[in-house]
């Protein structure tokens, strides 16, 4: 089965800084890619997803991906970041309909 | 719009107990899964069927039992609970030929074993 590995475990930006979180994933045939959030007290929230066609896919909310298949990357970018951005990120990789998520990456936006 | 609905949203339980988590989809989804969520290690799948009368074991089962006999129903079932079930548990369904794998989750229900 697909690991799925997210480096940051939790990072804190100033409002209009530039977010980048990595995710990478172990799996060497097609895959499906997917960021989701979740704001605080709420369930997981579809932000983009990559299945096939231009690499750099945007999401909602201003936020984009680039999959670099080489790498095996998935790294999720917001230019500028505000206050409400402030929650958990989970990568995932879906692989022959077994979907595997990362350990999330915690997001806290001081305004 | 209901989605997917889990019920119920919060749950305590003492050690040995037995109790049913439900899910029920209303978009004719034919992939239906069940999370948990713990602090630092994600969403890990516990039990996924792909269609009705099918089920399948995810990575961490035990102690878990799960049945799949409506497309719009997969029920969780902890037969014995332990403290190290206490969790977040997320169901979640998607579409094969139309979803790509995209998940839709439940709002999630909070489980405490004492």
């Known amino acids: 089965a697909q690991s799925v590995s997210q480096h940051n475990h939790h990072v804190i930006l100033s409002e209009a800084a530039s977010l980048e979180l990595g995710c990478n994933y172990s799996?060497?045939?097609?895959?499906?890619l997917f960021w989701y959030v979740q704001y605080p007290g709420q369930h997981l929230q579809l932000l983009l997803k990559y299945f096939s066609g231009d690499p750099l896919v945007k999401g909602i909310k201003g936020f984009e991906a680039e999959f670099i298949k080489s790498k095996f990357s998935f790294n999720l970018r917001k230019p500028s970041v505000q206050w409400s951005d402030t929650a958990e990120y989970f990568c995932a990789v879906n692989a022959d309909n077994d979907m595997r998520f990362g350990a999330g990456t915690r997001l806290t936006v001081k305004p | 719009n209901a989605g997917v609905t889990q019920t119920p949203k919060f749950q305590v339980l003492k050690t040995g107990q037995s109790m049913t988590l439900q899910c029920a989809q209303d978009m004719n989804h034919e992939y239906m899964s069940w999370y948990r969520q713990d602090p630092g290690m994600g969403l890990r799948l516990i039990h996924y069927s792909v269609g009705a009368g099918i089920t399948d074991q995810g990575e961490v089962p035990n102690g878990y039992n799960v049945s799949r006999s409506t497309t719009e129903d997969f029920p969780l079932r902890l037969l014995s609970a332990a403290p190290s079930q206490t969790s977040v548990y997320f169901c979640a369904s998607s579409s094969y030929t139309t979803g790509g794998g995209e998940l839709f989750f439940g709002e999630g229900s909070r489980l405490t074993v004492l």
């Open positions: 799996y060497g045939g097609t895959v499906n």
